[in-house]
């Protein structure tokens, strides 16, 4: 069972026990043994009327239950009832027969013992009912499995099997057992009911062929001619009419509204089929009961001597048909009887009478035995063949105690057996009661009650009895009849004073009985019983030559009924008295050998009405039930007893050494409680394994106090309970976490080593890689040095020069890279060149390869060329605004390329005069404000001389004739530009001439002068004594650190240009102008310019 179904099935039982305790006042009490006033029967009976009319029909008397019969359905027995009784303690609940079969079934668990119910009551007192009750609680309560769930199925559906064939309709009740039934239930170890097996006793088969006014035969005849399918009653030869069979309507009374033949029908069939019933088996079964109710109808006619006769009627066939007996020799068997006479046999006719006599005997006999072969199939079909132990529980289910107006050998019987259970209950309780009390060593404190010995003695002690006096009558020689037997019991018993007689009445008694009456004080009240056909039920004498009959038969079930090694007549079979009173015994002797439970069945009136409590007739069966007694006896000195362990366990709350849980044994726990509670010492007595409570009332209240600490503890345990939950729900997190958490770290942990693993390697690989890292690539360095590839070019990438001068920064490369580093390197700088290159202007480009040629002409050539370099040619150095305008008309036609101002120096005396110098396309002009001083063509221009010192003195020689001037000594502050432009305009580069020491010019034709250079601290120009004109310049100090510097640049723009090494090696020499020219635009192959643009 789940938690949750539990939880709510404890709920209830808490509800429940609530509801049964605030309303006590209303309902009354459930165990009588807490009745204040227990010897005052009204009292009893208040309760149990006020119960009764509260729809409560149960009461306990401690474990005995009292049931009163409600006939109406109360909606009590539902599987959710079973459910909630299941597994509670006896008296945690309403009582209810649930209870009582829940707790014999765990105390035989526990005990390993067996046990039985008795249930008892008078006739329609609801003992069958009962019966089946506890049957399907068991059937619900008891662990299922398939094999096992066939064993319920078999014990559930013997019950509507043997009800048909052996309960009828009587006037006490509709459905009224006619036979005794001793059920034994078998259960394994685990509680599984694994088989079972059914005693019965004694039917009362002269119903078969007579019933009283208002009652019926047995329910199957019923059953089968008002359900049978068409087929099946055709192939039977009967009649859809119970009026057609005299045997089924004597008692004029063939319908019962309170009984559906026809759906009674369909579940003995459907019984048929779970308790292994052949199909044949049926056939033959009921071809029996077709035969009987045939029988019934078979009539003799009177031969003329005034013997029975029997013509071939129909039923002689059916008979004949069904039974499987040639019809011949079923009419004789039926007219005829066989009696020997000396050695012979010989078969003398029935009169009339006795022909229906023997008829009457047959049919009965037929349905006895059939009866009897029916409950050996079942206990075929119930029997367990697993040797290993079983525990039993027995239900015994008995036909009441039952009062007729006219009551004859079958109530004798019926009334003897409840007779003998009364006592055997007094015995058991009063047995077990005082063993209680010595076992628990309490002193015992005897009770009256009413020991019914004496009437089961009256009719079964050996000799002196009315069954011996019975049986003596019948078995005697000579004319026995009914009355003679009364005879002889007058004579016999003649005193008892249990037995009266209408002789041994008095005068008063006697006008109550009839000559043929006797009448028994019985424990449950007087019955007066008709002698009449005593002898002859007793007898149950079956001729001879009909059982030879029957043996023919080829019905199954009839062979087996009629077997052939019966002992026949010679040796007379026990009578039916004597018969019932051995198999009684045996039945109290198995009952002994078990533990007893009870129930005790009340009929609250005679009506079969729901509602109506009778007092008359309750009060009548609480006595004769003895139920006063048994609570007196439950009484005795003590109302309430339990075992120390449940009064613990249910009171333990009450007091606080006990609650929640007391250390010590249970009684220890008892003592301390009831101390607690104040018990008196007189109101109470320890005894070895219970506590005997002396009143009802300290129990109440100790009852009240439980209730009112109840919901105090029940808040409690709540919050206990929550707490533990909650506890519980904590600790499984905090498991869960560390449990992740160890996951999570083991993780981690496997990660973190593979991550050290890996980085070992890593390192390991690194190391050996840097140690043979100059070797050869193998598979030891590869790694390492594709890392060292990769890290020196990722360094290389954030440390590259920033500029093409910078010749410096440069990562120094790993040895592996150092022609890689080379050749980045050289790559690197021709990126920056053509980067520079590309992003330069068309005019810097003209600049610079003005500046190319300027240094081709004077590099390490003339002194101050360096200081030059930095200089950046313009142009003009004169703007056409302040050259002269008529200077600039004369010149327009040729076009003024260049103007720079100078300083020319006569050719003779050597003084200085400022001039400009222009350039046109064809001529150098030497112009004096508004006036040509002199036209040079270019033509006639054979050089133009510069020292190679620092001065900027610059001479032009001109071809001298007569016409012509000398040539021209100027100074210019912008020589190198002057004459890289005259060059450029000339297209001459060999024009100039870098002399030393001095030049030589031309004054003009025919007369020459000279111009001496030297160097000197300090410029000077003077005309020296020699005539010459001396021009000492300064000497440029770290000239050839100059010099180096310039030639470093230029080397640098050299080193860049990768892309066409091959052919600047051709042109190597920076000082050659088409050098740098090539460089500049490394795609042309520079031829100088004819006409260059300046
Ligand atoms: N607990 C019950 N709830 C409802 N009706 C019941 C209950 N017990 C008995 N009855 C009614 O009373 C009728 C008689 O009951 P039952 O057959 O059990 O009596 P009995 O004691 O076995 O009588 P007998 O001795 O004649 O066999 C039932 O058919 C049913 O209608
Ligand atoms: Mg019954």
């Known amino acids: 069972m789940n938690s949750k179904s539990l939880e709510e099935r404890y709920d209830r039982i808490l509800r429940d026990m609530e509801g049964s305790l605030t309303a006590r006042d209303r309902v009354g009490i459930q165990d009588f043994v807490l009745l204040d006033n227990y010897t005052s029967e009204s009292a009893f009976l208040d309760n149990l009327r006020k119960r009764f009319h509260e729809n409560l029909i149960y009461t306990y008397i401690g474990t005995l239950l009292v049931s009163v019969n409600p006939y109406k359905e109360l909606g009590i027995y539902t599987k959710k009832q079973m459910d909630l009784y299941m597994g509670v303690n006896f008296f945690e609940l309403p009582p209810h027969i649930f209870a009582l079969a829940d707790n014999v079934y765990r105390t035989m668990l526990s005990e390993t013992n067996n046990h039985f119910i008795l249930i008892s009551g008078e006739s329609g007192a609801g003992k069958t009912e009962a019966c089946k009750k506890v049957l399907q609680f068991y059937a619900v309560s008891c662990p299922s499995t398939r094999v096992l769930d066939d064993v319920r199925d078999r014990l559930l559906l013997s019950n509507p099997v043997l009800e048909a064939f052996g309960n009828a309709k009587t006037l006490k009740n509709d459905n009224s057992s006619r036979f005794g039934k001793y059920m034994d239930i078998q259960f394994d170890h685990k509680g599984g009911a694994v088989g079972g097996h059914i005693l019965s006793y004694l039917l009362e088969k002269s119903r078969v062929v007579h019933q009283n006014h208002g009652e019926r035969n047995f329910h199957i005849f019923y059953q089968l001619v008002e359900g049978g399918e068409d087929d099946l009653l055709r192939w039977l030869g009967l009649e859809r009419n119970c009026q057609k069979y005299s045997c089924l309507v004597r008692g004029e009374c063939a319908k019962v509204s309170s ?54 009627s129909p039923e002689v066939h059916w008979l004949s048909k069904l039974l499987g007996i040639p019809p011949q020799i079923l009419q004789q068997g039926l007219t005829h009887r066989k009696i020997e006479a000396k050695s012979e046999e010989v078969l003398s006719p029935f009169t009339k009478e006795h022909a229906k006599y023997a008829r009457d005997a047959l049919a009965k006999a037929i349905y006895g035995r059939t009866f009897n072969w029916l409950v050996g199939k079942i206990n075929e079909s119930l029997v367990n063949k697993d040797s290993t132990r079983k525990t039993v529980i027995g239900l015994i289910d008995i036909y009441g105690f039952e009062v007729f107006q006219v009551n004859s050998f079958e109530q004798f019987c019926i009334n003897y057996c409840n007779e003998k259970l009364q006592q ?11 063993e209680e009390y010595e076992t628990e060593g309490i002193e015992w404190e005897p009770v009256p009650y009413f020991n019914n010995k004496i009437i089961c003695d009256l009719v079964e002690e050996k000799h002196r009895c009315i069954i011996s006096v019975l049986d003596e009558e019948c078995l005697r020689p000579g ?49 007066t019983y008709s002698v009449s056909g005593f002898l002859d039920k007793n007898n149950d004498l079956l001729y001879r030559n009909i059982k030879e009959v029957m043996r023919q038969s080829q019905n199954n079930i009839i062979k087996h009924c009629f077997p052939a090694s019966e002992p026949d007549s010679k040796r007379r079979p026990e009578t039916v008295a004597t018969q019932f009173k051995t198999s009684l015994a045996g039945l109290a002797e198995i009952l002994m050998s078990k533990e007893p439970w009870y129930v005790r069945c009340v009929k609250p009136n005679d009506g079969k009405q729901p509602g109506r409590f009778d007092d008359v007739i309750v009060r009548h069966q609480v006595k004769y039930l003895g139920l006063m007694e048994h609570l007196r006896v439950r009484r005795a000195g003590f109302a309430y007893r339990r075992r120390y362990e449940v009064f613990l366990q249910r009171y333990k709350p009450l ?49 009240d106090a439980f209730d009112l600490c109840k919901h105090q503890l029940a808040t409690r345990i709540q919050a206990k309970y929550k707490g533990y939950r909650v506890k519980g729900d904590f600790l499984r997190q905090k498991e869960a976490a560390t449990k992740i958490e160890t996951c999570w770290r083991g993780l981690m942990a496997r990660k973190e080593k593979e991550r050290r693993g890996w980085a070992v390697k890593v390192i390991k690989k690194f ?28 360094r290389l990438k954030d440390n590259l020069p920033k500029s093409v001068l910078d010749r410096h920064t440069w990562l120094t490369p790993p040895p592996i890279m150092k022609e890689a580093s080379h050749l980045l390197r050289k790559l690197y700088i021709r990126h920056m060149v053509q980067k520079y290159v590309k992003g330069m202007t068309a005019q810097r480009k003209a600049q610079l390869q003005l500046k190319g040629l300027t240094s081709g002409l004077f590099r390490g050539k003339k002194e101050n060329y360096p200081s030059s370099v930095g200089r950046p040619f313009v142009d003009t150095r004169i703007s056409e605004q302040d050259l002269n305008i008529k200077v600039l008309q004369t010149l327009c036609q040729e076009g003024v390329k260049y103007s720079v101002p100078v300083i020319k120096y006569d050719r003779n005396g050597f003084r200085p005069r400022f001039r400009q110098l222009i350039f046109t396309q064809v001529a150098a002009y030497l112009v004096e404000e508004g006036k040509v001083k002199q036209r040079m063509e270019y033509t006639s221009l054979k050089g133009v001389s510069v020292s190679n010192l620092s001065d900027n003195f610059l001479i032009f020689h001109v071809t001298c004739d007569s016409k012509q001037k000398g040539d021209v000594v100027l100074q210019c ?41 030297k160097s000197g601290s300090e410029s000077m120009v003077y005309r020296a004594k020699n005539g010459h004109l001396m021009v000492v310049s300064i000497q440029v100090s770290g000239k050839w650190w100059q010099r180096n510097k310039e030639l470093k640049s230029l080397q640098t723009l050299n080193t860049t240009n990768y892309f066409n090494f091959s052919r600047s090696q051709q042109r190597q020499n920076p000082d050659d102008p088409e050098y740098w020219i090539s460089w500049i635009n490394p795609e042309s192959t520079y031829s100088f310019p004819k006409t260059l643009v300046i």
């Open 424 to 434: 055997l209950f007094i015995q058991l309780t009063l047995k077990s009661e005082q």
């Open 973 to 1013: 502050d912008f020589l190198f530009e002057v004459l890289t432009k005259l060059c450029v305009l000339m297209n001459r580069k060999s024009i100039i001439s870098i002399v030393q020491g001095s030049v030589r010019f031309d004054i003009h034709h025919g007369r020459e002068g000279f111009v001496d250079f």
């Open 767 to 794: 190391i050996k890689g840097f140690m043979t890292r100059n070797q050869p690539v193998c598979k030891d360095n590869s790694e390492y040095l594709a890392f060292v590839r990769h890290n020196y070019l990722m």
């Open 479 to 527: 004319e026995a009849t009914d009355l003679t037997f009364l005879e002889k019991l007058e004579e016999t018993l003649s005193g008892h004073p249990h037995l009266i007689t209408h002789k041994l009445a008095d005068q008063k008694t006697r006008k109550t009985l009839d000559r043929g009456d006797f009448r028994l004080i019985h424990y449950a009240g007087e019955v």
């Open 259 to 312: 009984i559906n033949d026809k759906s009674d029908w369909k579940t003995v069939q459907k019984a048929f089929t779970v308790i292994d019933f052949s199909e044949r088996d049926v056939e033959h079964l009921l071809a029996i009961i077709a035969s009987v109710l045939h029988l019934g109808n078979v009539q003799f006619e009177k031969s003329v001597r005034g013997y029975a006769t029997l013509n071939s």
């Open 655 to 703: 007091c606080p050494d006990t609650w929640p849980n007391w250390k010590g044994t249970a009684a220890q726990g008892v003592e301390t409680l009831v101390k607690h509670l104040g018990y008196k010492r007189e109101e109470y007595k320890m005894g070895r394994t219970k506590i005997f409570i002396r009143h009802p009332k300290t129990l109440f209240a100790t009852e």
